[in-house]
């Protein structure tokens, strides 16, 4: 369908009993790109995140990361192959502090994981975890324990622990959810800084519309679990069919 795309969902469905949460959904995202996925309440958004990440097998559909067929295949798995998601497979650990949360996630890259990994210790992890942590601005917090830190500074720490498995590709379910508009701004301008500086690739779900418009390369558009558009920021904007579905008419 898409040569040389990171991550091809190929007519993906997923039912949950009766009810259909995803239906035959198709996209391709392109390497360093910044794609995002929106729609209302319940149009299936963290489902297709929790299909393409391993979370869920889907129904019917394909999914294939960096050319392979990851259908099927366990979180770890697809983790293992370069594919990160935000607080799902990397969990906040509270109670140790933010640096042991960041170096765990680093050594899951070898294979360790859960709370084991917090007894190993890998040489070389050292630099790197004091890089994310400077990039997000915690490198103060370092000796803080995760659940004393601000809500915006544990939705930063969790990214940390994503980008700490090295991805190719990072799937962030709404980063900015609490944050203040302030925080929001500040947070989109580093979550694109980062990601350009690293060369990844961005699959981003996003309720809030100006952090969407400012940050994607593309957006696809949800409703009821069906795809009903895909295309850059201003195609969507203008898009008859997203306006009467999502944006209700909204001016902008
Ligand atoms: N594990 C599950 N079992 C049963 N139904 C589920 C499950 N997960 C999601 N659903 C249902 O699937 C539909 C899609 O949910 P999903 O969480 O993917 O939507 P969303 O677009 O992420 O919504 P939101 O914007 O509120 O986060 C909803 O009707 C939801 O109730
Ligand atoms: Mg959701």
């Known amino acids: 369908m898409s040569p040389g795309a990171v991550l091809e969902v190929h007519g993906v469905s997923k039912d949950f009993g009766a009810l259909q949460a995803l239906s035959d959904v198709s996209f391709a995202v392109r390497p360093g790109e910044v794609f995002s996925i929106i729609g209302p309440n ?13 979370l869920h097998a889907p129904s ?9 067929e990851t259908t099927g295949l366990p979180p770890e798995r697809v983790n293992r192959r370069g594919l990160a998601k935000t607080f799902q ?13 960041v170096r765990v996630a680093a ?23 004091m890089d994310l942590l400077r990039a997000f601005d ?25 980008l700490a498995t090295r991805p190719t590709l990072l799937l962030l379910d709404e980063p900015t959810a609490g944050m203040t ?31 969407v418009m400012g940050i994607s390369d593309r957006v696809a558009v949800l409703h009821f679990g ?20 999502y944006l ?5």
């Open 42 to 54: 319940g149009a299936g958004k963290s489902t297709l995140f929790n299909v393409i990440a391993g």
């Open 60 to 68: 019917r559909g394909r999914v294939v990361f960096r050319g392979e």
């Open 89 to 101: 497979i990397t969990n906040l650990f509270p109670e140790i502090s933010v640096y042991e949360n």
């Open 107 to 129: 050594q899951s890259r070898a294979g360790i994981s859960g709370r084991v990994a917090s007894l190993w210790r890998l040489p070389d992890v050292d630099p790197e975890v």
């Open 138 to 162: 915690l490198q103060a917090r370092r000796d803080e324990l995760a659940e004393n830190l601000s809500h915006g500074e544990q939705r930063y720490l969790e990214i940390c622990l994503a």
């Open 181 to 211: 508009p302030g925080e929001t701004q500040a947070a989109t301008a580093l979550i694109r800084s980062i990601a350009a500086d690293r060369g990844l690739t961005l699959l981003l779900i996003e309720h809030d519309m100006s952090v």
């Open 226 to 245: 069906e795809k009903i558009a895909e295309g850059t920021p201003d195609e969507i904007r203008r898009d008859p069919a997203v306006i009467d579905a």
């Open 248 to 252: 209700g008419g909204a001016d902008d």
